[in-house]
C-alpha cells in the first residue's frame, strides 16, 4: 500500500497474505484519517473532538449494520465505516482496539505533557498497541505471550517515533518526553525549542533508545513464532526499527536537523536481517 503517511503501521504489502490485505487497509484507513482528524488542518480542539465523536459513533453503526448498507453517514464516513465493518464481523475483532485508538487521538488533542514514563506508556498503550492486537486476531495468534511481544514490540515503535519527532511535535507545542526525564537529565523546553544537542540531551537521548532497542528485542521472538510471510514482515518491522535506532546513535540524537529515515541501503539491510534473524 502506498500511503503519504507511514508511522509503525504494518501496512498492507506485498508480504501479508493476500486474503488479509483487505481487511489490514480497511482498518489502516480508519487509523489513518482518525489520526490525521487530530494532527492535520487548523481546526479548532473542539471540532476536532466533535469529528471524533462522530468516528466512535460511526463505529458502533458499522458493527451493528455491516452488509455493505449504508450508514445514513457522510459519504466519506461511509467509505471508512461500511468495509470497517465487514472486516470486523468477518474476523471477529474486538472493539476495544478501535475506541482505545479514538481515545489515543483525543488525547493528542487535549495532553501535550507526560509527567513520567509511566504515563507516556499508558498512551502507547491506546495508540500503539492496538494496532498490533488487532493484526494478531487478524491471524488467529492471541495467547498471552504473544500478547506481550507485540505490545513490546508496538510500544517501542512508538516510542521511537517520538525520538525521531521531537522537532516535529515542538512545533505542534506537544513534547512526548517524560517531564520528570527532562528534569532529571537538567533538558528544559527550552533545549527542545533552540535545538540544542548539549551532552544533557545526548545522554536522554541513549537512555531512551538503549530502553526501545531492550523492547524490540523482548518482542523480536514474535517474528519466529508467526508462520511465513506474516513473520517475515513482523521482522522485517522490528528490523526497522533497531535501524532507526542506529541512525539515531549516529547523528548523535540530532534530531533538529537531522531526522533519520530509511532509504533503499537500510532496506536491504533490514531485508538481510530479518532474513537471518
Not at 518526553?177 to 525549542?193: G, Y
Amino acid at each position: 500500500m502506498s500511503a503519504n503517511h507511514y508511522e509503525n503501521f504494518p501496512v498492507a504489502s506485498f508480504l501479508l497474505p493476500r486474503h488479509l490485505r483487505q481487511a489490514v487497509l480497511n482498518i489502516y484507513r480508519f487509523a489513518r484519517s482518525a489520526d490525521d482528524i487530530a494532527d492535520e488542518g487548523d481546526a479548532s480542539d473542539a471540532e476536532r473532538l466533535h469529528a471524533l465523536q462522530t468516528y466512535r459513533d460511526a463505529l458502533g453503526a458499522c458493527v451493528e449494520s455491516p452488509h455493505a448498507q449504508p450508514l445514513d453517514l457522510h459519504p466519506t464516513l461511509d467509505a471508512i465505516f461500511i468495509p470497517l465493518g465487514q472486516t470486523i464481523v468477518d474476523h471477529q475483532l474486538p472493539l476495544q482496539p478501535f475506541e482505545d485508538l479514538l481515545l489515543a487521538f483525543e488525547q493528542d488533542i487535549v495532553q501535550k505533557r507526560y509527567v513520567d514514563q509511566a504515563a507516556l506508556d499508558r498512551y502507547c498503550e491506546r495508540s500503539a498497541n492496538p494496532v498490533g492486537r488487532l493484526m494478531l486476531h487478524l491471524y488467529g495468534a492471541v495467547t498471552q505471550d504473544t500478547l506481550a511481544q507485540s505490545d513490546a514490540i508496538c510500544t517501542a515503535l512508538q516510542r521511537l517515533n517520538f525520538l525521531q519527532d521531537v522537532a516535529i511535535d515542538w512545533q505542534k507545542r506537544r513534547i512526548y518526553l517524560p517531564l520528570q526525564e527532562l528534569n532529571r537529565f537538567d533538558v528544559t523546553e527550552e533545549t527542545i525549542a533552540n535545538g540544542q544537542t548539549s551532552t544533557a540531551w545526548k545522554a536522554l537521548m541513549q537512555e531512551q533508545v538503549t530502553a526501545c532497542r531492550a523492547l524490540l528485542h523482548f518482542g523480536q521472538p514474535l517474528g519466529r513464532r508467526l508462520p511465513g510471510r506474516v513473520g517475515l514482515e513482523l521482522r522485517l518491522i522490528v528490523q526497522g526499527g533497531l535501524r532507526i535506532l542506529e541512525k539515531l546513535e549516529h547523528v548523535e540524537f540530532d534530531v533538529f536537523r537531522h531526522r533519520p529515515t530509511l532509504g533503499a541501503y537500510d532496506w536491504a539491510l533490514m531485508l538481510t536481517r530479518a532474513l537471518r534473524t
